[in-house]
């Protein structure tokens, strides 16, 4: 309740100037069924971007802008004179465009499978004032349709078990509102995963990585498919709340 009078008392003042309108009397409505905040004020800050949510697509997490920054402090320090990129599983472009935004050498390729993702990512490309001739769009099943080889793989794949016992343990706004398609990988949470890891390496160029997002209880599956794939090294990486959140493959 303390953190729904604290959104409400957000909405007032920032949009509407503490004035309790019509407008706000809605959104305050929005609210109290459970909506997420960022759905109703439209957009989220990722690493200084301004990313369009709605329904459609995943709202960017803290923990994800967290290594997504990591990333780019690092591309920043290798300097090579241009940088192709494939965000996998791109959801709203939150990834890409933030790289595209830090790292002016870089070209990326999203991909994502859903239709109306695809749709926000072009959104957020122009919102962002991205030129277009340094994206690509791709509508794809993971690989299925992306084509030539990438010196960095970004994925933040659906990754939550798709189980009742894990789903009780889901916030309900999350539940409601956000696409489940974006959210659950299979029964353990590794079908996307596994999947991406069985094609990932043959399209990275020479000293290419790859930067995957995941659970923490999953470490230990993913170190084992990792090694089942032929990869030969990699380094798991916690978030900034301690918890094991992304692993970095060479």
């Known amino acids: 309740m303390r953190n729904l009078q604290n959104q409400i008392r957000w909405i007032l003042q920032e949009k509407y100037a503490g004035k309790m309108t019509a407008g706000a009397r809605k959104d305050i409505a929005r609210l109290k069924t459970g909506e997420p905040l960022d759905h109703i004020i439209g957009f989220v800050e990722f690493l200084g971007c301004k990313i369009l949510v709605n329904k459609d697509v995943l709202i960017p997490r803290f923990e994800t802008e967290f290594w997504v920054e990591k990333a780019v402090d690092e591309l920043k320090v290798i300097k090579l004179s241009s940088y192709k990129v494939l965000d996998m599983f791109a959801g709203s472009g939150a990834v890409g465009i933030a790289i595209m935004r830090h790292v002016k050498n870089t070209r990326v390729v999203f991909a ?58 889901i916030q309900k706004s999350v539940i409601d509102y956000e696409p489940h398609a974006a959210l659950f990988g299979g029964k353990d949470g590794l079908l996307y995963i596994r999947k991406f890891l069985a094609s990932a390496k043959n399209f990275l160029n020479p000293n290419g990585k790859l930067y995957i997002e995941f659970d923490s209880l999953q470490k230990p599956a993913i170190a084992k498919l990792l090694q089942q794939n032929g990869y030969k090294k990699w380094d798991f990486h916690r978030d900034q709340y301690g918890k094991w959140r992304y692993v970095v493959v060479q």
């Open 112 to 169: 994502e499978s859903e239709k109306e993702a695809v749709r926000k990512i072009k959104i957020n490309c122009k919102k962002n004032k991205i030129p277009e001739k340094r994206y690509e769009i791709i509508q794809s099943d993971i690989f299925e349709k992306v084509k030539g080889g990438f010196d960095y793989i970004f994925a933040n794949p659906p990754y939550i078990p798709n189980n009742q016992k894990t789903r009780n343990k």
